[in-house]
């Protein structure tokens, strides 16, 4: 079982960057793919980005593309989220995830641990 604890979440202006860390323990996290999802109030929680086990291959969801970069140390047992020019809509908790497969992918459904999820707030 891999444990996850995501940090840096808060309270950015519109335009302003955050980046999200999520610790990893427990099973050997360099061999699985990691992702990042989200959910806003009153929504559906949704795929914003994953990375296979190496960090080779990252896919983006399109509202994020060209905004938000995902990275990982595997070393350090860490899978990282930049987030920059941040918008309000952007607001959400966001939840990492383990996929216990190499590949990546954007499907909830396919990961089988997540993270305790941190708050980010864009304020206009």
């Known amino acids: 079982q891999v444990q996850l604890v995501e940090s840096g979440g808060g309270l950015v202006q519109a335009g302003g960057s955050l980046r999200l860390s999520c610790a990893a323990s427990?099973?050997?996290?360099?061999?699985?793919?990691m992702g990042w999802f989200r959910q806003a109030p009153g929504k559906e929680r949704e795929f914003v980005s994953t990375?296979?086990?190496?960090?080779?291959?990252?896919y983006y969801a399109d509202s994020v593309k060209g905004r938000f970069t995902i990275s990982r140390d595997n070393a350090k047992n860490t899978v990282y989220l930049q987030m920059n020019s941040l918008k309000p809509e952007d607001t959400a908790v966001y939840y990492c995830?383990?996929?216990?497969?190499?590949?990546?992918?954007?499907?909830?459904?396919?990961?089988?641990?997540w993270g305790q999820g941190i708050q980010v707030t864009v304020s206009s």
């Open positions: 995830a383990v996929r216990y497969k190499a590949g990546p992918s954007s499907s909830i459904v396919d990961y089988n641990y």
């Open positions: 427990g099973r050997t996290f360099s061999s699985y793919a």
């Open positions: 990375i296979n086990f190496s960090g080779s291959s990252t």
